[in-house]
């Protein structure tokens, strides 16, 4: 893997961290391309729960696209590139494992999108997170336009995105844009993923895509999408395991079985 993304492995979990820091961690493509693989490589680490994502430095978690790159790029070079860029986004969103944002100084454009694709989001009390795309002639392209409004609703979104307007930590906790708001971003984020560790791995799966694949289909459809997805948890030996340990008044140990 290319050095612009680091994959740190704390076995059930890992830290996936995108080191351009001399960049506020912006989107080039050779942050892009490391986002890739580090999602194809977590999808297939069955002992793999969760991943913290974060950015290196103390300046940003990423303040969005690389423009000093973006302007050495042609049209049909752009086209490309936003292309890749929702190929990677689209692969953390659909990711068999649990993604944890980890957000901290700028969280703009971009980098918002790329949290968005997360499952859930810890940001530390001094982020400064938006979609300024608007005030640079631009739009949010890389998802922020559906993933927002389907995350805190229309009306909220369509403020941020047609405004461009930066936000603290405190409101977009408010807004229902993160889950958490903490003092250390990244302690925060393990602590929400020991509780997903705690969690057996098949059914935190299957309740993803539950939530996932459900969230716009009419009301019997998406029903008979988690009747499905439960189908997938009845024959495992997790799902006894857990029955067995409730009895026995333990914690139960999930294998991912």
């Known amino acids: 893997m290319s050095n612009a993304v680091l994959i740190e492995d704390h076995g059930p979990k890992w830290v996936v961290r995108l080191n351009m820091p001399e960049r506020r961690n912006a989107l080039g493509r050779a942050v892009v391309t490391g986002l890739i693989e580090a999602a194809e490589r977590a999808a297939a680490v069955k002992t793999l729960r969760a991943i913290v994502l974060c950015g290196a430095g103390d300046k940003a978690f990423c303040a969005g696209a690389d423009l000093k790159e973006r302007q050495g790029l042609n049209q049909d070079e752009v086209r490309a590139f936003v292309t890749l860029l929702n190929q990677s986004f689209r692969n953390i969103e659909t990711s068999p494992k649990v993604w944890i944002a980890a957000i901290h100084g700028a969280c703009l454009g971009g980098g918002l999108e790329l949290s968005l694709c997360a499952d859930l989001r810890v940001a530390q009390r001094d982020a400064v997170i938006g979609l300024p795309e608007v005030r640079l002639g631009i739009l949010p392209g890389a998802g922020g336009t559906q993933r927002l409004p389907r995350l805190i609703g229309?009306?909220?979104?369509?403020?941020?995105?047609?405004?461009?307007?930066?936000?603290?930590?405190?409101?977009?906790?408010?807004?229902?844009?993160?889950?958490?708001?903490?003092?250390?971003?990244?302690?925060?984020?393990?602590?929400?993923?020991?509780?997903?560790?705690?969690?057996?791995?098949?059914?935190?799966?299957?309740?993803?895509?539950?939530?996932?694949?459900?969230?716009?289909?009419p009301l019997e459809e998406a029903l008979a999408l988690e009747r499905a997805c439960y189908d997938v948890i009845i024959p495992t030996q997790d799902r006894l395991e857990g029955l067995k340990a409730f009895a026995e008044k333990r914690a139960p140990q999930f294998k991912g079985e």
């Open 154 to 217: 229309m009306a909220r979104a369509k403020e941020l995105i047609l405004t461009g307007t930066r936000i603290t930590a405190a409101e977009a906790l408010a807004l229902g844009v993160v889950n958490r708001v903490a003092d250390d971003h990244e302690a925060a984020a393990h602590a929400l993923a020991d509780e997903v560790c705690l969690a057996a791995p098949i059914s935190v799966r299957e309740a993803k895509r539950a939530v996932n694949q459900g969230w716009e289909l």
